[in-house]
């Protein structure tokens, strides 16, 4: 290899990586290390600090991630993705509120909000509000939330956190519309599990299943020698057998309630 001072900020990463997929993980720390020792004042200084914080963190070495990268952003006080990445640092340590304060600083910087800014505004707010919630601090855990939904209304899993805490809240309506984001798409973000209590039958839980089967399951594929004919059945042995449950919704000729069979 090189001497490890003379390679480009790019070779240096390329080199790194490659260390690490080999699983050498010592030889990229003493690589990163003795490149930053001999170019102190290189202008990039600060992301090869970043990059050799993510090394830190890969090896459970917390306190060296943790000091790496506030030196990086001593260099570059705008990194905002060294403010995400310390934030993690600092709740892997315990520091719940020096993580928040990091993940705050984002959003100060990033107030006018610009498509290269949004992606990491997203994750700040995201985090906040997960570390929020797990505080049972959830009323400014939904304020979180709904400031992301309303920048991306495409966040399912976000969506579904925003009713499920409106619900732990007893907060109603639970759907509740908002500027981005419809009740419908709300609806459809919910887990098959969470509309029961407010439900009055098992059948409008069981109508949000195929919507989460359909984000979570993976299509089988095609199987080999199946008739591509559209009349065409699989021979017997290889049809799926059909399950039926033992307790159906059936609504009575009267058009009463609807009651399990």
């Known amino acids: 290899m090189a001497n490890e001072t003379s390679l480009s900020i790019v070779e240096l990463i390329g080199a790194a990586e490659a260390l690490k997929g080999n699983g050498s993980f010592g030889a990229a720390e003493v690589l990163y290390g003795t490149w930053v020792a001999q170019n102190p004042d290189d202008p990039l200084l600060y992301a090869v ?35 995400i990445n310390l934030g993690r640092v600092l709740e892997q340590q315990g520091d719940i509120g020096a993580a928040v304060g990091q993940w705050n600083t984002v959003l100060e910087q990033t107030l006018a909000v610009t498509p290269a800014s949004l992606s990491v505004r997203l994750t700040a707010l995201n985090q906040i509000a997960r570390t929020l919630e797990a505080a049972n601090q959830d009323v400014l855990a939904e304020s979180m939330l709904r400031q992301s939904l309303e920048l991306d209304p495409h966040q399912r899993e976000v969506a579904q956190h925003f009713i499920a805490l409106r619900q732990r809240q007893c907060e109603w309506p639970v759907v509740q519309p908002l500027e981005r984001v419809t009740p419908s798409q709300q609806v459809r973000a919910m887990s098959p599990l969470r509309p029961r209590p407010s439900a009055t039958t098992r059948c409008f839980s069981w109508a949000f299943a195929p919507t989460t089967a359909a984000r979570t399951l993976e299509r089988p594929p095609p199987h080999e020698g199946m ?35």
């Open 49 to 83: 600090l970043f990059n050799q914080s993510v090394l830190f963190s890969e090896t459970g070495k917390l306190a060296a991630a943790r000091e790496t990268l506030e030196r990086a952003l001593n260099l570059n006080p705008s990194f905002h993705a060294a403010h």
């Open 227 to 261: 008739a591509k004919s559209h009349g065409a059945r699989r021979p017997a042995a290889d049809r799926l057998p059909v399950v039926r449950s033992s307790r159906t919704c059936r609504r009575p000729p009267d058009g009463g309630s609807v009651r399990p069979a």
